[in-house]
């Protein structure tokens, strides 16, 4: 079946360091999200990217999605605590009236102050 | 921001019973999801639904498994006979279109014991 690949699986970051995670498929995807999970919490959609080579930036975090629509990665710069929590990519693949989200296991990222 | 509520919060239960979760659309969105996240792990997509019919749904979605719409606004989950790695987290999700933003509900934590 399709599988949305994401590393790395836990990243421990000292605050004000910089942070990124990586998505891979290995079809093409139709389209990519981003939520972010607090501990506790549910998925909160970020992004969505779309297009191709597609770049997209809010405040501290850049999304962007590759060339061939198979992979993406988020950047978060100067990282907080308020940043602490798991990032999800979650695709959609290409078909007719597929509207089935993939995820990827996430990215638990901690933050030490 | 808007918001999809679920009910319960938190459902213990005996293996072998019958759960319904119970989730609460935004409304004017016209597509429902029933994710579930099994602790420590990945969001896995479970059924889509749309216009009152199942759109698509996951090998997870076995026989067990079944949703409505009984009244037109709540949405539900059912799990027949419940089996104990069916505790997890059960999240209910809205989109307004097609592969557009997925809104997560809070999500039901389902203990089986």
């Known amino acids: 079946g399709q599988q949305v690949m994401q590393i790395p699986q836990y990243q421990h970051v000292q605050e004000g360091e910089d942070f990124t995670t990586y998505c891979n498929s290995s079809t093409t995807l139709s389209n990519i999200q981003w939520y972010k999970q607090r501990p506790g919490g549910h998925p909160v959609f970020l992004i969505q990217l779309v297009k191709s080579g597609e770049v997209k930036k809010q405040k501290r975090l850049t999304f962007q999605f590759g060339e061939a629509k198979k992979n993406s990665s988020l950047h978060i710069t100067a990282t907080q605590t308020t940043d602490v929590g798991t990032y999800f990519c979650a695709g959609f693949y290409s078909g007719a009236g597929s509207y089935q989200l993939t995820f990827g296991k996430g990215t638990k990222l901690s933050v030490i102050p | 921001e808007p918001e999809v509520t679920q009910t319960p919060s938190h459902q213990v239960t005996q293996m072998g019973q019958e759960v319904i979760l119970r989730c609460v659309p935004i409304?004017?969105?016209?597509?429902f999801y029933w994710y579930r996240q099994i602790l420590g792990q990945k969001v896995e997509f479970l059924v889509s639904?749309?216009?009152?019919?199942?759109?698509?749904k996951s090998e997870i979605f076995d026989d067990q498994f079944s949703v409505e719409r009984p009244d037109g606004s709540n949405f539900t989950l059912k799990i027949r006979s419940t089996k104990l790695e069916d505790s997890a987290m059960y999240f209910c999700?809205?989109?307004?279109?097609?592969?557009?933003?997925?809104?997560f509900g809070p999500g039901t934590r389902l203990l089986v014991l």
């Open positions: 999700a809205n989109q307004r279109g097609g592969r557009e933003t997925q809104y």
């Open positions: 409304s004017n969105h016209l597509y």
């Open positions: 639904f749309y216009n009152n019919e199942i759109s698509e």
